[in-house]
């Protein structure tokens, strides 16, 4: 055990002081304010609400403009922990966190990452059920929903079929927040499997669950950033690591896919908050021995940063009337790919779509007037930790009269119950697979 010991710790960074334990609601408190404290030029800590006994939902946010928005600047989300008893994703993301501060302005790539993204890092959406586990199991221990005993991950609206659950004050909370950031990208870091996970949870016939699985409009930029995690991960990438698991094709897989799931986190964050989401189940185990957890980190950190860089494909920019106001809340769409839940701008007339290399059209749609389309083509090698920007001036002055950002544009009901089948995302698409997996490996 000894030379296993000193054999991690020259790979690891000689710089590190958080130790691979578990870390406690209190001990994690005491981590992220001396982090805020000793970096507070590049974070900002807040609690975005309490859970249900009263704990703090902390979230650390890296970036050289943490306290405030900067146009142009994507906001990216990780969030652990929704499920008390999955542990491995709550200590990594405070080893990640430590990892970002500490090589700030030593490591080329980290230091371009934070200064041109805010990183949100949610290291525990689910405190209390944490705290509730007294004796941890591979498999089930009753910290796995919150203190009232609702599963997180089954809490959420859904879009395809009423979900009548008591919504909790842990998932209030998150909603709330997704309603205050315009988040791009994220991932919600899970255990009990090795896998990256990809949307739709859920799913009806339209979405293509007659052929067991249900796609989104962005399926090819799904699969993209679910091959990016786990290539980089060399045991998820095995996909059959897991004794009495399936086995997943290059450690990937579609959601529903695997089992239908109502009310999912990463289903709500694509539909209502504009957000592309997976999910990333890192260990067989879900509350695994300490003694694991600097092998997880070895595994995932690769993986981790790489996935978070993918916050910057495809097109950003702003949309102006001729006067050169900025226009919020404007439907601002890829003509091929439309969304249930129209993507618009936010109150600084900003949009970020998710695109890999090739040409698409832009439609811009202004409720009165015609729609403005722009082509944009996609380089094959993305900017320098940006996307490509495009504003986009509309031909008409004078502001909109539109209804406020901050209110929901798309009731939560069911969206999907009645919809036909749409689109050539429900068929499959081996071309496409293909193309995909030769932009990860020869980008």
């Not at 939902?57 to 142009?72: A, D, S």
């Not at 990183?119 to 689910?126: D, L």
């Not at 702003?318 to 129209?342: A, G, S």
């Not at 544009?409 to 030769?438: A, D, G, M, Q, R």
Request: with cysteine; charged share 20%; glycine share 6%.
């Amino acid at each position: 055990m000894d030379l296993a010991c000193l054999w991690l710790g020259l790979l690891l960074p000689s710089v590190a002081a958080l130790d691979f334990t578990y870390h406690h609601q209190d001990d994690m408190e005491a981590f992220l304010k001396t982090v805020a404290q000793n970096y507070s030029s590049i974070t900002h800590l807040h609690s975005i609400g309490k859970s249900v006994k009263g704990r703090n939902l902390w979230v650390l946010v890296v970036g050289q403009f943490p306290k405030e928005h900067r146009i142009g600047i994507p906001e990216f989300k990780y969030v652990a922990n929704m499920h008390g008893d999955e542990t491995v994703g709550r200590e990594l993301l405070l080893h990640l966190i430590e990892y970002l501060v500490t090589n700030d302005g030593k490591d080329p790539e980290i230091t371009n990452l934070i200064n041109s993204t805010r990183i949100h890092i949610m290291p525990s959406m689910n405190p209390d059920g944490f705290e509730a586990v007294k004796k941890p199991d591979c498999y089930y221990s009753n910290g796995r929903e919150n203190y009232n005993q609702y599963d997180l991950n089954r809490n959420f609206p859904d879009a395809f079929e009423f979900n009548n659950v008591s919504r909790q004050p842990e998932t209030e909370a998150v909603m709330k927040w997704l309603e205050t950031e315009t988040f791009v990208l994220s991932a919600n870091l899970h255990g009990g499997a090795l896998v990256a996970s990809y949307p739709f949870d859920n799913g009806v016939q339209a979405t293509g669950t007659f052929l067991s699985r249900s796609l989104t409009p962005d399926d090819d930029v799904f699969q993209y950033l679910a091959h990016t995690y786990a290539s980089r991960n060399p045991n998820m990438k095995k996909g059959d690591q897991c004794k009495n698991k399936m086995n997943f094709p290059n450690g990937v897989t579609n959601g529903y896919a695997w089992y239908p799931l109502q009310g999912g986190m990463q289903d709500y964050n694509y539909i209502w908050a504009q957000c592309f989401e997976i999910t990333l189940e890192l260990s067989c185990c879900k509350y695994p021995r300490e003694e694991k957890l600097p092998f997880f980190w070895i595994d995932n950190k690769a993986s981790l940063i790489e996935y978070m860089k993918q916050v910057h494909l495809g097109v950003k920019g702003q949309v102006f009337d001729q006067n050169r106001n900025p226009l919020p809340n404007v439907i601002i769409e890829v003509q091929d790919r439309k969304h249930i839940c129209p993507y618009r701008t936010n109150k600084f007339g900003e949009y970020y779509l998710l695109l890999l290399p090739g040409s698409y059209i832009i439609n811009v749609t202004v409720s009165g007037h015609d729609p403005h389309l722009t082509k944009v083509i996609i380089p094959e090698k993305s900017q320098n930790f940006s996307a490509l920007k495009k504003d986009i001036v509309l031909p008409f002055r004078g502001q909109l009269d539109s209804i406020p950002v901050s209110n929901p544009s798309c009731p939560v009901i069911p969206l999907y119950k009645n919809l036909p089948s749409h689109s050539n995302t429900t068929k499959p698409s081996l071309f496409l697979f293909l193309v995909t997996l030769l932009h990860i490996f020869f980008k």
